[in-house]
């Protein structure tokens, strides 16, 4: 391979992106010399089995990544601002609308939740960490070696230009020769085999972890949806795996699995796609529900209305996520059987969420409501998801959806969903909890504006899309004509982009300013509502969570610990049994990450060499004896001290 | 390390109880994973295009012994954890060696079957049928190949360290691993090959 | 000592399955419909994985995961089979 094939070249754009990644690259190597941090590095982040910290590094990574799935988003809103532009030609725009999908789903929304779960859920269950700490290092790891193989293939190799979901024939060797789409298979295969064991350590966690006297209907809500969404990963990401390796055949191996000769079905492709899809979608919408649950009880200083029914419904959503895929294609062309199937269970899965909806609004009834910032986010996402969700059962209609399907209107209505739903619930959970892990609050005024911003300008941005759609404006077009009449409103639509990309920069000033300025509080419970057990140990939380085992006897037990002052924590304190770090987890990450680079070009020695190595690596561990450490009674006691406050 | 007496060794700390349900998760996601891959042959099977059919190249000897192998296998399997639990450390090696040994001629006799179809011009790349095919025995018999190598450094370590609740919680684990191939291989016997000649 | 070494319900339930694997064989017998070929390697298949499931793997041995594990196969057979039959149904019955 020459290397003018090896890197991308030719665009100004991607070679300002080469130079920048390098100088990046650079400044942090030259940093982190200078100030004398690898050590620190190493031994608190790239080692660590600590659930607190994984999460950190989970969300640190999701927040790079909104960054790269924004700027995809801001020059696709630039090329589509006016008719007939010429900043992107239709391959720069293929790839740009791709990668700004995956990166957005796969890299920045999952990790965003799988990183507040880390944080949260062993907390809000009273545990000193997750059930295998060293294998939720893996994932991490895993995940972020996919994250980064899929995102060098901006400059080597070339972008996947087919798409986020990738359909074939389109996909396939024949319509896309260059290794993007290897890219796509291989590096999501990798960061989502972390994903399936997140799934799984947080089943156990839940299951099998909680403080003693914790029963299953009185956990949080926001583990409750964690729980449910564990299920959803580890028996949906499965078909993933298959789906992506059987891609990989097809484009390396000569699979004729999605070919259009000797027997193979291009639209097995889809079908297997959107098996993983659906629920996929419920994967990053549950534990938004929890988030919202959590802060809607919290603000209104009231307990959650209908506890019950919010559990049920998400147990017939995890079950009804599984049975609705067909939707996505209901213009395939298969009978209308099928159709009709599809667009009775879609439009089924409105009942239980709206069930929630009413829940939330329930709960908001006589609440002595207070507007902080994550409340803010919460109570705009009740009508703009709304909006989402009723769209949504407009396109479930199949007849209906052969009028709307791949044009704009869909883009608008999964972004009314996922926007509102996801994202704000990740910042909102973000402003939430914030102050649990760093010790103080992020800045109110700043986190104000920033809503602001990002709520209107995120309905000027989409709204306009829903009548281009109804219009006919298909998704996925580079440029239209004037002709067309589409301009103005597209025009709309990118303002309202660019204020939206305004709001997050507001958001991430937040963050830098109230790193610098912001009164460090160090209360356990800042909010001053706060319900569930993470609000009863101190803020930041030392290593091990809890110096005693909180005692639990009911449904929101520091609230009621508070209100009818009962001690949760009873008992002396005895030495703690806690996992010891390992480096083992990011070496396999960075094999992995070169493991998936040689299988993308087809380097087989190479390959090989990775895929011994990764063996050896398991092999490590199955003869490793690690049992952990205890921290005796004295260097518990000089923790607590430090943190002040009462012992807990 | 708190030790419960009264549950078998393997289940005893808390930590190596949570590690065997653990595990039971992981299989769940492996019967997603095998049904996905029953899925997209049941759905390709009789798609051989221009090349053989199910029918033309299966063939009843090979499958037969390879279902006796790993049937075979699995009941060792279990006498290896009955014994472990009565704490007979050489016959749990014994039982356990059979295991592997069995395992290793299952892939024998696979890899036999494989190059005979490749062979006779049935390869991955002739039909989607074939793609089906290969795909789904050779994710088994990958699962298979991970688990001799897996079993066979368990072996190890119950040959160096005795019966201790790490050697124990890992042999258990293996068992439930190896018993699930099983599993697995009755259906891909009977819905791949039976239900392919009928 | 044998006794020890082979408890018979191990024995049994090896038989047990090796019988079950011959009856399947019966499929291949001249007369025997498609329909009811299918239905005689379902229960066989049924059959040999409750006794691994059992009889090897002791799912039902630990009191306090007991529920968990049979949810567990429960949600992993319902997804499997709707992965199965689902994907049979969009892509080819009801094409």
New interface residues.
């Given amino acids: 391979m020459k290397l003018d094939e090896f890197f991308v070249t030719g665009e100004p754009m991607i070679y300002a992106a080469m130079v920048s990644i390098v100088v990046a690259s650079l400044a942090i190597l030259i940093g982190l010399t200078y100030f004398k941090k690898w050590g620190y590095l190493w031994r608190e982040w790239l080692t660590t089995v600590d659930h607190k910290r994984i999460g950190v590094m989970y969300i640190i990574a999701a927040l790079l990544m909104l960054f790269r799935g924004g700027v995809d988003a801001l020059l696709m809103r630039a090329q589509l601002a006016v008719p007939e532009n010429g900043l992107l030609d239709a391959q720069h725009y293929n790839e740009i609308f791709t990668t700004h999908g995956v990166v957005m789903i796969l890299f920045m929304a999952m990790p965003f939740i799988i990183g507040l779960m880390n944080v949260v859920v062993p907390l809000q269950i009273g545990a000193r960490d997750v059930a295998f700490p060293r294998l939720n290092a893996v994932s991490f790891w895993l995940f972020f070696a996919g994250a980064m193989l899929f995102n060098i293939s901006f400059v080597i190799g070339g972008s996947p230009d087919a798409g986020w979901t990738a359909y074939f024939p389109l996909a396939s060797l024949e319509f896309s020769p260059t290794v993007g789409n290897n890219f796509y298979s291989i590096s999501l295969q990798i960061a989502g085999i972390g994903t399936l064991l997140t799934g799984v350590n947080f089943i156990v966690t839940i299951l099998k972890m909680r403080a003693p006297g914790m029963k299953l209907m009185q956990m949080p809500m926001f583990t409750w949806s964690i729980l449910i969404t564990s299920v959803i990963i580890v028996f949906a990401f499965p078909v993933l795996t298959v789906a992506l390796a059987l891609m990989m055949f097809d484009r390396m191996f000569g699979g004729q699995f999605f070919t259009m000769a000797n027997g193979g079905m291009d639209m097995l492709w889809a079908n297997l796609f959107w098996v993983w899809g659906h629920p996929e979608v419920y994967i990053v919408i549950l534990p938004a529900f929890g988030i919202y649950s959590e802060i809607i009880a919290t603000f209104s200083k009231k307990n959650l209305y209908g506890y019950k029914s919010m559990v049920a419904s998400m147990v017939v959503i995890s079950l009804l996520s599984f049975v609705v895929w067909a939707h996505h294609f209901y213009t395939m062309g298969h009978g209308s059987m099928v159709n009709s199937v599809f667009s009775i269970t879609t439009m089924a899965i409105a009942v239980p969420t709206g069930v929630k909806i009413f829940n939330w609004l329930f709960t908001l009834q006589k609440g002595r409501i207070s507007f902080t910032t994550p409340m803010l986010y919460t109570l705009a996402f009740i009508p703009i998801f709304t909006i989402g969700g009723v769209t949504g059962v407009m396109l479930a209609m199949a007849s209906a959806d052969y009028q709307y399907h791949n044009t704009m209107f869909l883009v608008a209505h999964f972004h009314y969903v996922l926007i509102p739903g996801t994202v704000f619930a990740v910042i909102a959970g973000f402003h939430y909890w914030f102050p649990k892990v760093f010790g103080f609050r992020l800045n109110e005024r700043l986190g104000k504006l920033a809503f602001w911003l990002i709520t209107i300008f995120f309905n000027v941005t989409f709204l306009p899309l829903f009548f281009l759609g109804l219009n006919g404006m298909s998704r996925r077009m580079y440029t239209y004509s004037e002709g067309s009449g589409f301009g103005p409103l597209n025009m709309v639509a990118s303002i309202g982009a660019v204020g939206l990309a305004l709001g997050f920069v507001v958001l991430c000033y937040n963050i830098y300013w109230s790193f610098r300025y912001a009164p460090r509080e160090n209360v356990n419970d800042p909010w001053g509502g706060g319900r569930t057990l993470e609000w009863a140990t101190h803020s930041p939380v030392p290593e091990y969570n809890f110096a005693r085992t909180p005692n639990v006897k009911g449904m929101d037990a520091y609230w009621h610990s508070k209100k009818e002052n009962q001690p949760l924590f009873e008992g002396k304190i005895e030495p703690i049994h806690m996992p010891n770090n390992s480096g083992q987890p990011f070496i396999l990450g960075v094999i992995f990450f070169f493991l998936g680079f040689f299988l993308v070009f087809s380097w087989w020695i190479p390959s090989i060499i990775a895929g011994i190595a990764v063996i050896i690596m398991l092999a490590a561990r199955t003869f490793e004896r690690d049992h952990g450490r205890h921290i005796p009674v004295k260097e518990i006691m000089e923790i607590e001290e430090k943190h002040g406050g009462e012992l807990v | ?1 708190k030790i419960n007496p009264n ?1 078998p060794l393997e ?1 005893g700390t ?1 930590e190596n ?6 595990f ?17 042959y ?3 099977w009789n ?5 053989p059919t199910a029918s033309e190249i299966f063939e ?1 000897k090979g499958v037969l012994v390879e ?2 192998l790993l ?2 296998s ?2 060792t ?3 290896a954890i ?2 472990m639990r ?1 704490g ?1 450390k050489k ?1 749990t090696l014994v039982f356990f060696a059979i295991t592997l040994l069995m395992g290793l001629g299952f892939l024998g006799v696979e890899i036999t079957e494989f190059v005979t179809y490749v062979h006779d011009g049935a ?10 095919l290969f ?1 789904l025995l050779g994710t088994h018999g990958l699962h298979v190949t991970m688990g001799f ?2 079993g066979a ?2 072996m ?2 119950i040959k160096r360290e005795g019966f201790t609740p ?1 050697t124990t919680n ?1 042999s258990f684990i293996f ?2 691993y190896w ?2 191939l ?2 697995v291989w ?2 891909i ?3 791949v090959y ?2 392919g ?2 | 000592m044998m006794k020890q070494l082979f408890p018979i319900k191990h024995v049994m339930g090896y038989i047990f399955s090796l019988v079950l694997s011959v009856v399947a064989l019966a499929v291949l017998m001249d007369g025997i419909t498609y329909t009811v070929g299918l239905a005689i390697l379902l229960i066989c298949a049924i059959l040999q994985a409750g006794t691994q499931l059992f009889l090897f793997m002791h799912i039902n041995e630990s009191k306090d995961t007991k529920t968990s594990l049979y949810l567990n196969i429960a949600y992993a057979l319902f997804v499997g089979l709707v992965t199965i039959f689902g994907t049979l149904f969009t892509m080819i019955w009801g094409y």
Avoid: P
């Avoid at chain 2, 109880?17 to 653990?22: A, Q």
């Avoid at chain 2, 039971?24 to 997209?40: K, M, N, P, R, Y």
């Avoid at chain 2, 798609?47 to 090349?51: D, Q």
């Avoid at chain 2, 390869?123 to 089906?132: E, H, K, Q, V, Y």
């Fill in positions: 390390m549950v289940y808390e109880s949570n590690r065997i349900f653990g039971w998760i992981f299989l769940g996601a492996e019967i997603a994973l095998f049904s996905t891959l029953f899925a997209v049941f759905t390709l798609r051989s295009g221009s090349g009843l279902t006796f049937l075979t699995s009941f399997c279990g006498l009955h014994a009565h007979f016959a390869t991955l790349s002739t039909s989607a049928f074939l793609s089906s795909v190598l897996w450094a368990i190890i370590q790490d890992k068992s439930l018993h699930f099983d599993v009755i259906f016997f009977s819905f039976l239900k000649m009928m």
